[in-house]
């Protein structure tokens, strides 16, 4: 890998230097490749903040990362606060959210917004069942949770959180969450994806 | 959209006019099962509506279910509170041919009160899951003291 | 040409099933459209739900009367503040608890701000299904200016639990009062731009115009209210017709039509929100000085056995709690009447030899959110 004004990078000098420690923000996360006993100023200066070198598979998670792309999938009332997030205060088209499909077979995360009932339980399982992987569930709101306001011995309507039917990555508490905790949910999430970390199947 | 009010001779049990400030009815009725469908075709011919329909399980005090019926019409207000007492496990006639509006009110007193229409066009659950082998509202099912573990008021630790 | 497919359809047995929802973009919850179709044209509709049911009125018998506050913002999470105050304002009435002054008019001003974003939001998601994906940003953004007045005395976005027995939990202060006034004055514009950006619209207006008539005797059979039967000339609007609070003192309009289309759906409902400002207006200029709490508020009580109706006139239409007491400290039933119940129970007959395209119309125009209906 040659830059354009610096020296050549033999491949065994490489190592991986460490992980980033998981901060809100989009930069400066993920390893870095550097020559022994070589900093980063290899990277002229102001390519810095373009150019990065890494593994494939850490870049391909940061592009999956800040492109999440979650399924309309509004329960109950969470389901109104999720709207307001993709509206135009909160704006989750910035984080690369905002793209709401409503097939199940286009989406990567499945934001859980709102109760679910019994009835409701199959459907949700047969939606997560038809996203492709790597995908990633949130739950978002008391209810998703554990039951939420609707918990109370002998429930007999209600599935007491959505980690009884999928695995969760993420929970949002709140009844409902602002939309401003949603968006942090789902950077939280992002910063767990570019740690490469997520449920197989 | 105003009518005269129904005229309900011979059908009713009981009949008495309420304050309406104090409870919210107008008037309070009752009736045998067997009249229902005569009363509900007065009023709609009435030109009134079928407010809400709903049902209550009194086995405990009456050893009875009771039905609870409210028509109304657009203005001037005039609220009819009907209540109609069944023998715990009979069935009640349907009034849905006398207005549409007791089609989904009737599935939903079967759904959560286990009482069947006589005459209803496809009285099948409606909020819960078809496979539910429960009656939700009954008195008996579902009881927060019945839980394992259960104590006081619903907002106990989970075990 | 529609009668020949119909009448070849019938004879070949080319009728499909088309199932819609209950996860479906257009944004009413998760209701679920069985539709038979022969073509694009519907045969059959049936509507599916229960997929929202919570057990509400199952959790009102297990736990104790103030504990079903909570409760009552999520009925009809998008008229939250309507329906909480309307539980308060039943169990006043079979208490018989006198309210303060100024905690009526606060509740009026809560109320009606709630009624108008509830509308906005409609608008928002109304023109979104049918195509129009940008007064939702602007309609949207007009609610947010009122979820910012709201959160001021309630402390929540959505779900409230603001009313008490009694009275309200807390006071507004003069911030209160001037961010109320320059909404006022912001959304007289906005109307405008509304007016402008969708009403004039050529493809809103062919998507709506004519579709999804439901005429006042189909409003009657049904028990369908609020901006629907509005729209099809029935003059009936609970806080005009059985006046609960402190409504007969203000001076506003129940705005009719008689086309009864979704085109007429949508003006009432642009109608309701000039009224609804009209209401804040005078609510601000009345607000008298005063405890918003009665001297010995209730907490614990055993209201006497008996049975209560009360109605208020929610952002869907007839709003009715009937409670049911048996002199002890938890209800023996609370029924919660709810409005789109029953104008969702019309929509299998409107919606019989309509296209697919437009049952996004015509269910989007009624208004309908389904936890109110699965309660």
């Given at each position: 890998m040659a830059g354009p004004s610096g020296p050549t990078i033999a491949l065994d000098d490489l190592r991986i230097a460490e992980r980033g420690?998981?901060?809100?923000?989009?930069?400066?996360?993920g390893p870095s490749l550097v020559k022994e006993g070589a900093d980063a100023d290899e990277i002229p200066l102001e390519l810095q903040p373009y150019v990065r070198f890494g593994l494939l598979e850490d870049l391909l998670n940061k592009a999956r990362a800040n492109s999440l792309w979650p399924l309309t999938f509004g329960l109950a009332c969470c389901a109104i606060e999720m709207m307001a997030a993709g509206a135009a205060r909160y704006d989750l088209d910035r984080f690369g959210a905002g793209v709401f499909r409503p097939s199940a077979r286009q989406a990567d995360v499945m934001i859980f917004a709102g109760t679910i009932s019994k009835k409701m339980a199959p459907v949700v399982k047969q939606l997560w069942d038809q996203m492709p992987s790597p995908k990633w569930a949130i739950a978002m709101g008391g209810c998703t949770i554990d039951g939420g306001p609707f918990k109370y011995p002998n429930q007999y309507a209600i599935v007491e959180g959505a980690d009884k039917i999928v695995p969760v990555d993420v929970y949002i508490p709140g009844c409902p969450p602002r939309p401003e905790a949603l968006i942090a949910g789902i950077l939280k999430l992002g910063d767990k994806i570019k740690a490469g970390r997520r449920f197989k199947g | 959209m105003s009518g005269t009010a129904p005229g309900l001779d011979g059908l009713l049990l009981t009949s008495a006019a309420e304050d309406h400030g104090k409870s919210g009815f107008h008037h309070r009725h009752t009736c045998a099962p067997e009249s229902l469908l005569a009363i509900a075709r007065a009023f709609d011919a009435a030109g009134?509506?079928?407010e809400m329909m709903t049902a209550e399980d009194r086995r405990a005090d009456l050893d009875k279910m009771r039905l609870v019926y409210t028509w109304n019409r657009f203005g001037p207000v005039d609220r009819h509170l009907l209540q109609c007492d069944l023998e715990v496990g009979a069935s009640a006639p349907s009034v849905v041919a006398a207005t549409a509006a007791a089609d989904w009110m009737e599935r939903e007193v079967y759904d959560m009160y286990g009482v069947t229409f006589d005459g209803h066009p496809d009285l099948k659950r409606i909020l819960?899951?078809?496979?539910?082998?429960?009656?939700?509202?009954?008195?008996?099912?579902?009881?927060?003291?019945?839980?394992?573990g259960a104590s006081g008021n619903g907002h106990g630790e989970d075990a | 040409m529609l009668e020949e497919i119909r009448d070849e359809g019938a004879a070949t047995g080319e009728r499909y099933v088309l199932n819609m929802g209950p996860q479906h973009p257009s944004m009413h919850g998760v209701l679920r459209l069985r539709l038979e179709l022969i073509g694009e044209e519907i045969q059959e509709a049936e509507a599916v739900i229960g997929y929202a049911h919570r057990a509400h009125e199952k959790m009102a018998e297990n736990r104790t009367w103030p504990m079903f506050l909570p409760n009552t913002s999520r009925v009809d999470y998008l008229s939250g503040m309507i329906y909480n105050l309307a539980y308060c304002q039943a169990v006043e009435k079979m208490l018989e608890i006198e309210v303060p002054e100024r905690a009526e008019y606060i509740r009026i001003i809560a109320g009606e701000l709630n009624r108008i974003s509830s509308h906005l939001l409609w608008l928002g998601t109304y023109v979104m299904d049918i195509g129009g994906l940008t007064p939702f940003l602007y309609a949207w953004d007009d609610r947010e200016q009122v979820l910012n007045i709201l959160e001021r005395i309630t402390g929540s976005r959505l779900t409230y639990s603001y009313g008490r027995f009694g009275g309200l939990t807390m006071d507004v202060d003069d911030v209160f009062i001037k961010q109320t006034q320059v909404f006022l004055e912001r959304m007289k514009g906005r109307l405008v731009e509304y007016d402008k950006l969708v009403r004039q619209n050529v493809i809103f207006i062919k998507r709506s115009e004519g579709v999804g008539i439901i005429d006042a005797e189909t409003c009657r059979r049904y028990g369908v209210t609020g901006p629907n039967l509005r729209a099809a000339g029935v003059a009936y609007d609970v806080r005009k017709d059985e006046p609960y609070g402190i409504y007969d003192r203000f001076d506003f309009e129940v705005p009719t039509l008689t086309t009864a289309d979704s085109l007429a759906r949508y003006d009432i409902r642009i109608r309701e929100i000039e009224e609804s400002l009209k209401i804040v207006g005078q609510a601000l200029r009345d607000l008298p000085e005063g405890?918003?709490?009665?001297?010995k508020p209730k907490k614990k009580f055993k209201p006497a056995a008996g049975e209560t109706y009360f109605a208020v006139e929610a952002a869907r239409g007839h709003f009715g709690m009937y409670l049911v007491s048996d002199g002890s400290e938890t209800p023996f039933k609370i029924k919660l009447r709810t409005p789109s119940f029953s104008n969702l129970a019309a929509m299998p007959e409107v919606l019989r030899k309509t296209m697919v395209a437009d049952i996004i119309a015509i269910v989007g125009s009624i208004d309908i959110v389904l936890p109110e209906i699965d309660r």
């Open positions: 420690n998981g901060s809100l923000t989009t930069a400066g996360v | 009134y509506f079928l819960l899951p078809d496979d539910s082998d429960f009656h939700a509202l009954l008195k008996d099912f579902g009881r927060m003291e019945d839980a394992e | 405890p918003i709490m009665p001297d």
